[in-house]
């Protein structure tokens, strides 16, 4: 398991970036699911650099990890902030026309179906959010 350790600003959002691409390149990934796997990280590392600590930063963990057996590269999300469960936010209704859709929702929304599958805990004051994705599946 590879393991980095940022402060929770958006400024860190490239070397979050890079550090899950290294590694799903070493792993000889597919273009499109390395890019999957960006905009997982661009959505979730800036919903906790703006809404985890209020208007201060904070410690994030990011862990990155790969079970061969399952072929499934795994992407761990650890915060101090406020406890906050992105699974069980409402989903956005995408029927709706754009001006009369609430601001908000659409990322979360993304990131659940680019994923294979996604956890969520509150542990030791801790969020942990986990992602999961099989890198042998090509959509």
């Known amino acids: 398991m590879k393991e980095l350790h940022v402060n929770s600003n958006v400024e860190n959002i490239p070397t979050v970036k890079n550090f899950v691409c290294s590694e799903l390149e070493r792993l000889g990934c597919t273009e499109r699911l390395v890019m999957q796997m960006k905009m997982a990280v661009d959505e979730l590392f800036a919903n906790i650099s703006f809404y985890a600590y209020d208007s201060e930063s904070g410690p994030v963990t990011v862990l990155f990890d790969y079970e061969e057996e399952s072929s499934t590269a795994i992407l761990t999300f650890i915060d101090e902030g406020k406890p906050y469960n992105p699974l069980e936010a409402e989903?956005?209704?995408v029927e709706l026309e754009g001006e009369l859709r609430p601001i908000g929702g659409l990322g979360i929304f993304l990131v659940r179906?680019?994923?294979?599958?996604?956890?969520?805990?509150?542990?030791d004051r801790q969020n942990i959010l986990t992602l999961k994705?099989?890198?042998?599946?090509?959509f």
Do not use: A, G, Q
């Open 91 to 93: 989903e956005p209704d």
């Open 113 to 123: 179906n680019l994923m294979d599958d996604m956890l969520y805990e509150y542990k």
């Open 133 to 138: 994705k099989n890198t042998e599946i090509l």
